[in-house]
């Protein structure tokens, strides 16, 4: 039987980037960097999800800034 490679979530990969969203960032900017970093292209809709997860989890914090949500850790 193949044995089947456990892929990271949306979720993982969003918390391995530490250092860039030491900063605050929009979730346009993180899914660039995401895309940049990692090579893995990731639907808006689906990163929103998991930044939603993440905030309710206490891993992320947001802030508004006009009628643009702001991510950072």
């Keep these: ?3 089947k490679k456990s892929e990271k979530s ?3 990969r969003i918390l391995e980037l530490n250092a860039f969203l030491h900063t605050s960032k929009t979730a346009e900017e993180i899914k660039a960097e995401i895309k940049d970093s990692t090579g893995h292209n990731i639907k808006l809709d689906d990163l929103r999800v998991n930044l939603l997860y993440l ?4 891993k992320i914090k947001r802030k508004k800034d006009g009628k643009i949500y702001k ?3």
């Design 10 to 12: 949306i979720a993982d």
């Design 55 to 58: 905030l309710r989890r206490e």
């Design 1 to 3: 039987m193949a044995k």
């Design 71 to 73: 991510y950072s850790i």
